[in-house]
């Protein structure tokens, strides 16, 4: 089904949760429960229950607001971080009331904030990246804004790329791997391009996702003294920790080839697992379809497509994530799947190539 209008489902999933997760710093009670149960038992009953089928044939045209909607949401972010910080140190909510806000603004920060925070680095327009790095910049996590474009999209789906979790590897240790490898990456690949570019007199980089992120933490103090700084360092390391782990199970197992030279074969629809599940595909603006994005990082999220050729999850992005929780029941479910995509690329791979 294509209409016009499909840009509202993607406003109505992603939005819905910024007015019950207001609603649970102000109030607690009932809402927080609201909160958490949106983003959690909701989306995935409505991913089981509904489906949803678009193409559109014309992405550009149909999606005009798109841009205006990630503006949206990382201004609701802005919003929301400061008031459960607030929420979270204040002592004004129950213990059990405070544990459904942390996990609930952590899940939303951690699938939407930095879902929309993705999307606005890879547009053209300046004020879009610098939007979204700052999004990471107030997780504590600005060097992604580096690391996921220059080093990520060049080598994922390989060995060089600390992001992609080769075969048997648990997320507990991909977990650092990912964060420390990406930062050092990062830096270096940044090092690398000031001076080819002989741009080193210009404001590093890393010092603004530095500064900013301790400006970050003074603003957390001036709210919650030091419980306030406790609590947003928590909430941004469990919003962080949930986008290494979509980084874990979209590139989980799977390798890319290279030649008798060494070089890479191009990304391909076979080097990312995708899913096709409606809801928290809106919610997520279509991060879930991930080999699309890959192969075609500046298309706007109304615009991804999926496709059967595509490595696809058995279930949505949010409940593998949590099954990769678990490595054994994990590596039951996936190491199959990942040997079969190997095994098919294997069949089609020319001659002189290895994985």
């Known amino acids: 089904m294509t209409t016009p209008h499909t840009i509202r489902y993607f406003a109505i999933a992603a939005l819905t949760p910024v007015g019950l997760l207001a609603l649970a710093s102000l109030f607690g009670g009932l809402w927080s429960l609201l909160a958490f149960a949106y983003i959690t038992a909701l989306a995935f009953s409505l991913d089981q229950l509904v489906a949803f089928a678009r193409s559109p044939d014309n992405p550009e045209a149909e999606f005009p607001d798109a841009n205006a909607l990630s503006v949206v949401l990382a201004l609701a972010h802005f919003a929301l971080l400061p008031l459960a910080v607030w929420a979270l140190s204040n002592g004004q909510h129950a213990w059990w009331d405070r544990l459904f806000i942390f996990f609930a603004h952590g899940l939303f920060f951690g699938q939407v904030s930095n879902s929309n925070a993705h999307e606005m680095v890879h547009r053209a327009d300046t004020t879009l990246r610098r939007l979204g790095t700052w999004v990471y910049i107030s997780l504590l996590f600005g060097h992604h804004a580096t690391a996921h474009v220059k080093i990520?999209?060049?080598?994922?789906?390989?060995?060089?790329?600390?992001?992609?979790?080769?075969?048997?590897?648990?997320y507990y240790r991909f977990l650092p791997r990912a964060w420390i490898g990406s930062f050092r990456a990062g830096l270096s690949a940044e090092n690398t391009m000031r001076k080819t570019a002989g741009k080193t007199d210009e404001l590093h980089p890393y010092a603004l996702y530095i500064g900013g992120a301790f400006a970050c933490l003074a603003l957390a103090y001036a709210i919650g003294a030091w419980e306030g700084v406790l609590k947003y360092i928590l909430l941004s390391g469990y919003?962080?920790?949930?986008?290494?782990?979509?980084?874990?199970?979209?590139?989980?197992?799977?390798?890319?080839?290279?030649?008798?030279?060494?070089?890479?074969?191009?990304?391909?629809?076979?080097?990312?697992?995708?899913?096709?599940?409606?809801?928290t595909s809106f919610m997520m603006l279509n991060a879930p379809r991930h080999s699309?994005?890959?192969?075609?990082?500046?298309?706007?999220?109304?615009?991804?497509?999926?496709?059967?050729?595509m490595a696809q999850l058995p279930r949505s992005l949010p409940a593998m994530a949590t099954l990769a929780l678990i490595p054994p029941l994990w590596r039951r479910v996936?190491?199959?799947?990942?040997?079969?995509?190997?095994?098919?690329?294997?069949?089609?791979?020319?001659?002189?190539?290895?994985?």
Do not use: C
Request: glycine content about 4%; proline content about 10%; aromatic content about 8%.
């Open 152 to 170: 990520h999209h060049k080598y994922a789906a390989t060995e060089d790329d600390p992001n992609s979790a080769p075969l048997g590897m648990s």
């Open 239 to 279: 919003a962080s920790s949930q986008l290494m782990l979509s980084d874990y199970v979209q590139h989980y197992g799977l390798r890319r080839t290279r030649d008798a030279n060494g070089v890479l074969e191009p990304v391909g629809p076979h080097h990312s697992w995708n899913a096709p599940h409606w809801f």
């Open 292 to 309: 699309d994005h890959h192969s075609n990082p500046m298309t706007p999220y109304p615009a991804l497509r999926i496709t059967d050729d």
């Open 334 to 355: 996936m190491d199959p799947r990942v040997a079969q995509i190997m095994d098919q690329q294997a069949a089609h791979t020319p001659r002189g190539q290895s994985s």
